[in-house]
């Protein structure tokens, strides 16, 4: 089977064959086991914060743009909820929904910038981060405690083997994959991020997309600061940073065959980035490995995977546009009927045709 033959998708999936074929190896060569009950718990637990996060870094580099407010937004929602929560049960509901809307908002700016006034992405939100990075690091010095039983509770249920806050992360991305490939706002979303002036001379909107995807970026973020706040049982201003969200997101969803300049790629594809790394980080955890090293690994891996597409070029995806905006017929199509030309008027005849009829 040739290489450019193989779908975006499947080329992940096998990646992360190979990978779990040689963490396996390699575990087995100290006298552990990478499926063991207990990994796999550590496994399904490291997945399901960046999943979060990577549902809603997906939208915005399908739209063709960047997120990297994220893991502030992270420490935002983490740092209000546990403080509105102050230890009451009764107060879970309105503590998650004015986390999750002051999260939201952040998005709708960073969408009103990108979208309407037409800045670019990655500015934008590494501005809105640093402003988030400092009204934490001046109203909250420490931990904020204070979360009740019941958050606690979420956070530490499980149905069998799965934790419950991996099943909802699971869910949340079947929904919005569905959404994604049969809903007119998932079709918008993949056109603007495809080529924005086509998209516009086609009667979309842009800025409705941008916008949505800004703001889906952001409560993602929120939700997957509300987990670890149930697992925690803090609120940390510094617990999106720290565990370097931004830019781990960005990497997983390119690993799972996203284009940077938008408008390729699927969730599936992101999950298998996600899995890709969840299972180096066990393995190089399992081995003891140097934790700065671990950037190491991920790096070397994300430029496999990257050089992996690039060497599949075009095949499984053919240009949607040429340069003038025109649309441009698959391969294995005809290529399309040229417009009906108007009949061309009756050439005179000829003198020498006209004497042959005459003969």
Same mark, same amino acid.
């Given at each position: 089977? !040739? *290489?450019?033959?193989?779908?975006?998708?499947?080329?992940?999936? *096998?990646?992360?064959?190979?990978?779990?074929? #040689?963490?396996?190896?390699?575990?087995?060569?100290?006298?552990? $086991? *990478?499926?063991?009950?207990? $990994?796999?718990? #550590?496994?399904?637990?490291?997945?399901?914060?960046?999943?979060?996060?990577?549902?809603?870094?997906?939208?915005?580099?399908?739209?063709?743009?960047?997120?990297?407010?994220?893991?502030?937004?992270?420490?935002?929602?983490?740092?209000?909820?546990?403080?509105?929560?102050?230890? $009451?049960?009764?107060?879970?509901?309105?503590?998650?929904?004015?986390?999750?809307?002051?999260?939201?908002?952040?998005?709708?700016?960073n969408g009103l910038l990108v979208g309407v006034l037409g800045l670019n992405g990655f500015i934008t939100t590494l501005s809105t981060g640093l402003i988030i990075s400092g009204y934490l690091t001046t109203n909250?010095?420490?931990?904020?405690?204070?979360?009740?039983?019941?958050?606690?509770?979420?956070?530490s249920a499980s149905v069998g083997p799965i934790p419950v806050t991996t099943l909802f992360m699971l869910a949340a991305l079947v929904a919005a994959s569905l959404w994604l490939s049969r809903t007119r706002l998932?079709?918008?979303?993949? %056109?603007?991020?495809? $080529?924005?002036?086509?998209?516009?001379?086609?009667?979309?909107?842009?800025?409705?997309?941008?916008?949505?995807?800004?703001?889906?970026?952001?409560?993602?973020?929120?939700?997957?600061?509300? #987990?670890?706040?149930?697992?925690?049982?803090?609120?940390?201003?510094?617990?999106?940073?720290?565990?370097?969200?931004?830019? *781990?997101?960005?990497?997983?969803?390119?690993?799972?065959?996203?284009?940077?300049?938008?408008? !390729?790629?699927?969730?599936?594809?992101?999950?298998?980035?996600?899995?890709?790394?969840?299972?180096?980080?066990?393995?190089?955890?399992?081995?003891?490995?140097?934790?700065?090293?671990?950037?190491?690994?991920?790096?070397?891996?994300?430029?496999?995977?990257?050089?992996?597409?690039?060497?599949?070029?075009?095949?499984?995806?053919?240009?949607?546009?040429?340069?003038?905006?025109?649309?441009?017929?698959?391969?294995?199509?005809?290529?399309?009927?040229?417009?009906?030309?108007?009949?061309?008027?009756?050439?005179?005849?000829?003198?020498?045709?006209?004497?042959?009829? %005459?003969?």
């Amino acid at each position: 089977m !040739r *290489l450019k033959s193989i779908p975006d998708t499947a080329s992940v999936y *096998l990646i992360l064959l190979a990978v779990v074929a #040689v963490c396996a190896g390699l575990t087995m060569s100290r006298g552990h $086991n *990478l499926f063991s009950s207990g $990994n796999i718990d #550590v496994i399904l637990t490291s997945i399901t914060v960046l999943g979060l996060v990577c549902i809603g870094q997906t939208h915005v580099i399908l739209i063709g743009s960047l997120d990297l407010s994220v893991g502030y937004v992270m420490s935002l929602a983490s740092v209000l909820a546990a403080g509105l929560m102050a230890g $009451n049960n009764s107060a879970v509901p309105s503590a998650l929904a004015i986390s999750i809307g002051v999260c939201a908002l952040v998005g709708l700016a960073n969408g009103l910038l990108v979208g309407v006034l037409g800045l670019n992405g990655f500015i934008t939100t590494l501005s809105t981060g640093l402003i988030i990075s400092g009204y934490l690091t001046t109203n909250y010095p420490g931990n904020v405690g204070g979360v009740p039983s019941v958050m606690k509770d979420l956070g530490s249920a499980s149905v069998g083997p799965i934790p419950v806050t991996t099943l909802f992360m699971l869910a949340a991305l079947v929904a919005a994959s569905l959404w994604l490939s049969r809903t007119r706002l998932g079709f918008h979303v993949y %056109a603007v991020g495809g $080529n924005a002036e086509v998209a516009k001379m086609s009667g979309i909107k842009n800025v409705v997309p941008i916008v949505f995807a800004h703001v889906i970026s952001s409560v993602f973020a929120a939700l997957a600061g509300l #987990v670890v706040v149930a697992r925690l049982g803090v609120g940390s201003p510094v617990v999106g940073t720290q565990g370097a969200y931004d830019l *781990l997101s960005i990497a997983a969803v390119v690993l799972g065959g996203c284009a940077l300049a938008g408008g !390729r790629g699927s969730l599936w594809g992101t999950l298998g980035g996600i899995l890709i790394f969840a299972v180096l980080d066990s393995t190089l955890s399992i081995l003891q490995v140097n934790p700065f090293l671990k950037d190491v690994v991920r790096g070397a891996v994300l430029v496999a995977a990257v050089a992996v597409f690039s060497l599949r070029g075009d095949g499984s995806k053919f240009r949607r546009f040429t340069a003038a905006g025109d649309p441009v017929a698959p391969p294995s199509s005809p290529a399309p009927d040229r417009p009906d030309q108007p009949d061309q008027p009756d050439q005179p005849d000829q003198p020498d045709q006209i004497v042959r009829a %005459a003969q």
